[in-house]
T-cell receptor, first 116, second 115 residues
Framework: NAGVTQTPKFRVLKTGQSMTLLCAQDMNHEYMYWYRQDPGMGLRLIHYSVGEGTTAKGEVPDGYNVSRLKKQNFLLGLESAAPSQTSVYFC???????????????FGEGSRLTVL | QQQVKQSPQSLIVQKGGISIINCAYENTAFDYFPWYQQFPGKGPALLIAIRPDVSEKKEGRFTISFNKSAKQFSLHIMDSQPGDSATYFCAAFRNSGGSNYKLTFGKGTLLTVNP
């Protein structure tokens, strides 16, 4: 019963390097999200997707790109990493209840990224 | 613009005491208010949620109190236990009816329950 799985769990990058974080969910959820968590800042939404092939910008999208080629996967890319992107990244998924857009978010365990 | 303001930033409570975390929101269109609990090294998980048509919801030792006129809601943890030590996030959501679905989170409260 995996739920939401994020890889890698830890990564150290140098400024200017690129990388991709992978999120996979096995619950057949329609919606998927990428958040970043920083001390004192709470959870801030980077990008989200309401279905396969669709993505949208969240609160802090600059410097990130995403893709949702398959329903179960949501990729977060950093094209040119900056120290300001040092953070813990969380992926989440949800399925809206019938007739509503609300639904419980299921989070992965996070990916800790350090940019030197 | 911070749409959900959460306080306090940190809270220390003795075992058996009551923990209270408060949140205030600005957008009167919000219609769903969940609380998430996060343990160190883990992702947040839904703890309890409320809709504005009720003033209180209780699940075990956890209670949400909701004041629609004041645009405030709070989480009460009765008989707090060391195992409750975690970061708590309030959140708010507007059911717009379209495909634009995202929660607005507060900045979190780090709760420490001393034995």
């Amino acid at each position: 019963n995996a739920g939401v799985t994020q890889t890698p769990k830890f990564r150290v990058l140098k400024t200017g390097q690129s990388m991709t974080l992978l999120c996979a969910q096995d619950m057949n959820h329609e919606y998927m999200y990428w958040y970043r968590q920083d001390p004192g800042m709470g959870l801030r939404l980077i990008h989200y997707s309401v279905g396969e092939g669709t993505t949208a910008k969240g609160e802090v999208p600059d410097g990130y790109n995403v893709s949702r080629l398959k329903k179960q996967n949501f990729l977060l890319g950093l094209e040119s990493a900056a120290p300001s992107q040092t953070s813990v990244y969380f992926c989440a998924s949800s399925r809206p209840r019938a007739g509503e857009n609300t639904g419980e978010l299921f989070f992965g365990e996070g990916s800790r990224l350090t940019v030197l | 613009q911070q749409q959900v303001k959460q306080s306090p930033q940190s809270l220390i409570v003795q075992k058996g005491g009551i923990s209270i975390i408060n949140c205030a929101y600005e957008n009167t269109a919000f219609d769903y208010f969940p609380w998430y609990q996060q343990f160190p090294g883990k992702g947040p998980a839904l703890l309890i949620a409320i809709r504005p048509d009720v003033s209180e919801k209780k699940e075990g030792r956890f209670t949400i109190s909701f004041n629609k006129s004041a645009k405030q809601f709070s989480l009460h943890i009765m008989d707090s236990q060391p195992g409750d030590s975690a970061t708590y996030f309030c959140a708010a959501f507007r059911n717009s009816g379209g495909s634009n679905y995202k929660l607005t989170f507060g900045k979190g409260t780090l709760l420490t329950v001393n034995p």
